[in-house]
Nanobody
Framework: QVQLVESGGGLVQAGDSLRLSCAAS????????MGWFRRVPGNEREFVAA????????YYGDSVKGRFTISRDNVKNTVYLQMSSLKPEDAAVYHC?????????????????WGQGTQVTVSS
């Protein structure tokens, strides 16, 4: 069992940067693929980024490529999402997720554990 707690959300202006953190419980954090997804009310969950257990494989959603960076610290049991050049359309609830399988995936259905989410609001 893995518990995930996101933090770092808030209200920023367009063009600003923000760093989200996701702290995970459990001794096997380093063996999980970690991902970030976001959801706007009324819309489907959107893939943002994912990272393999070693950090050697990383994927980004098309809408955030070049602006967002995912990273992880397996000693601190934490995964991060550095967001830069934020746009109003980035506003959403951001969730981190953990996946037992070693394959890095972009499909939310493949993830086993989810955090409650942190709200990001971007004003224009």
């Amino acid at each position: 069992q893995v518990q995930l707690v996101e933090s770092g959300g808030g209200l920023v202006q367009a063009g600003d940067s923000l760093r989200l953190s996701c702290a995970a419980s459990g001794r096997t954090f380093s063996s999980y693929v970690m991902g970030w997804f976001r959801r706007v009310p009324g819309n489907e969950r959107e893939f943002v980024a994912a990272i393999s257990w070693s950090g050697g494989r990383i994927y980004y959603g098309d809408s955030v490529k070049g602006r967002f960076t995912i990273s992880r610290d397996n000693v601190k049991n934490t995964v991060y999402l550095q967001m830069s050049s934020l746009k109003p359309e980035d506003a959403a609830v951001y969730h981190c997720a953990a996946k037992r399988s070693a394959r890095v995936g972009t499909n939310a259905a493949a993830y086993d554990y989810w955090g409650q989410g942190t709200q990001v609001t971007v004003s224009s």
